[in-house]
């Protein structure tokens, strides 16, 4: 049995799906997956990130755009794991309803909780919401398109 067929995606599993490399790869890896329908992408947040060198070096946090691309990192890892690989790339469409509630840092484990919203022709919605621990840090709605290579 495949990591893929346990509704779970290991750093592999995501760099075959995904463009994004260090360092702007946002997850590390993608729990609970049901279909195309939910997922939970998990992000370890460690000191050592380049974002850290200027946001803010005396009190750094994750800067909120971040947040936001680990969500559709995780969105797009569901998505794109229910087509044929390797034929499609996915693009930002839209970034609806954000909110950021309270910071994230180095140290914490980030939850991207992702549900799909709809799915028309070539394009994907879903919502979702970044957690750490239960406590919900961020949420919105992002959606993206789908493009043959």
Same mark, same amino acid.
């Given at each position: 049995?495949?990591? #893929?067929?346990?509704?779970?995606?290991?750093?592999? +599993?995501?760099?075959?799906?995904? !463009?994004?490399?260090?360092?702007?790869?946002?997850?590390?890896? %993608?729990? +609970?997956?049901?279909?195309?329908?939910?997922?939970?992408?998990?992000?370890?947040?460690?000191?050592?990130?380049?974002?850290?060198?200027?946001?803010?070096?005396?009190?750094?946090?994750?800067?909120? %755009?971040?947040?936001?691309?680990?969500? $559709?990192?995780?969105?797009?890892?569901?998505?794109?794991?229910?087509?044929?690989?390797?034929?499609?790339?996915?693009?930002?469409?839209?970034? +609806?309803?954000?909110?950021?509630?309270? !910071?994230?840092? !180095?140290? +914490?484990?980030?939850?991207?909780?992702?549900?799909?919203?709809?799915?028309?022709?070539?394009?994907?919605?879903?919502? $979702?919401?970044?957690?750490?621990?239960?406590?919900?840090?961020?949420?919105?709605?992002?959606?993206?398109?789908?493009?043959? #290579?």
């Amino acid at each position: 049995m495949t990591a #893929e067929t346990l509704g779970v995606a290991g750093i592999r +599993d995501i760099l075959r799906l995904l !463009p994004h490399r260090y360092p702007f790869l946002m997850i590390d890896r %993608v729990i +609970d997956m049901r279909g195309d329908e939910h997922a939970v992408g998990i992000k370890n947040i460690t000191a050592n990130e380049p974002q850290f060198l200027g946001h803010f070096p005396e009190n750094p946090v994750m800067p909120g %755009v971040l947040v936001i691309e680990g969500m $559709a990192q995780t969105a797009g890892v569901l998505c794109l794991r229910s087509m044929a690989r390797n034929r499609y790339a996915m693009y930002f469409l839209t970034i +609806d309803k954000a909110k950021f509630r309270k !910071p994230a840092v !180095p140290g +914490d484990t980030l939850e991207y909780h992702v549900d799909k919203i709809a799915h028309r022709r070539n394009m994907w919605w879903y919502r $979702a919401e970044a957690k750490v621990g239960s406590a919900l840090i961020a949420q919105a709605e992002v959606g993206a398109v789908l493009t043959e #290579e």
